[in-house]
């Protein structure tokens, strides 16, 4: 996509454009969403960022589509056009996303099973989008291309020509269908439908939270699932350690010379666990331990024979 976006912006560049083209990678893990944007205007392009109201965007996975993390639905409207590499139809797509954008397809390659592996699908791309775009002839793109991979050889510049031209003219049809609209006004701004929330009196709910030196206070050991237990009979006493590695300061020292756990204000994050020298710290879950303190209770309480 990152290729596919600089071919597309030297395809306009040649067509006398103004270009700004430029990745933007996601997560850092192999799998992760990949964009790339690409704006072209006859005058010079001062925007910057993300392009937030496009006009076309370009999906070369159809599975990107319904993943949160892809944001392929962000900031489109009735005027943009969605094109959709996939063997599904665009009634399909129209029914399932249930948008007013205008839906394309561009047909999947039946040989490829595996959505993973999209042979030219960079090529493909961003040839439909030249034709969609009505503004670059084949030939312009077609240097572009072959200007953009020249490194990469001949017959590799073959091979994605072929395949651009396929995209190209399966796109023809709907040549010029993409409308440069702009940014919006401010002037027609509309404000959201915020939900308003109740909020207490601050003298009943700001104390504990907001004021200084409250922090004892608030419980934060309610929110542990997993809760840290400390076996004596192999901890060493090297307190240091696991008092000074917890994040929230929740280890406290005894005259004795041993550490314990502030179950009020551990979280149960486990770093303890996880830096106990002797491995004197074991977890168990929240609930197990409530069911043990309970049973405890039960049995000096003389409530059952023991």
């Not at 597309?8 to 006398?16: D, H, I, N, Y």
Request: with cysteine.
């Amino acid at each position: 996509m990152k290729t596919a976006s600089r071919i597309l912006g030297s395809a306009f560049f040649m067509a006398g454009y103004e270009v700004q083209d430029a990745p933007r990678y996601g997560a850092e893990r192999r799998g992760a969403p990949l964009f790339a944007y690409v704006r072209a205007d006859r005058s010079p392009v001062n925007e910057r960022g993300i392009i937030s109201h496009p006009d076309l965007v370009v999906v070369s996975d159809d599975t990107l589509v319904g993943m949160p993390a892809a944001g392929v639905l962000q900031g489109i409207d009735q005027h943009t056009v969605l094109l959709i590499n996939s063997h599904e139809q665009a009634e399909t797509w129209s029914q399932r996303l249930n948008t007013a954008a205008k839906i394309i397809i561009l047909p999947a390659r039946e040989d490829v099973e595996d959505r993973a592996e999209l042979p030219y699908i960079g090529s493909s791309c961003a040839a439909a989008s030249a034709a969609l775009c009505g503004v670059i002839s084949w030939q312009m793109f077609a240097d572009a291309l072959s200007e953009e991979l020249s490194h990469l050889g001949d017959d590799v510049v073959r091979q994605n020509l072929e395949m651009a031209l396929t995209a190209f003219d399966a796109m023809l049809p709907y040549a010029g269908i993409v409308q440069q609209t702009g940014l919006p006004s401010a002037a027609e701004y509309q404000k959201p439908d915020w939900v308003e929330l109740p909020f207490e009196a601050a003298a009943i709910s700001a104390p504990a939270i907001h004021a200084g030196a409250t922090s004892v206070k608030v419980r934060t050991g309610l929110w542990r699932t997993m809760r840290p237990i400390i076996d004596y009979q192999r901890c060493s006493g090297c307190w240091w350690v696991c008092s000074t590695y917890c994040p929230d300061g929740a280890i406290n020292v005894t005259a004795e010379g041993l550490p314990e756990i502030d179950y009020d204000h551990c979280k149960g994050c486990l770093v303890c666990v996880a830096q106990c020298p002797p491995q004197a710290i074991e977890s168990i879950p929240e609930h197990v331990a409530k069911q043990r303190e309970s049973s405890a209770v039960d049995i000096s309480g003389g409530s059952h024979d023991t």
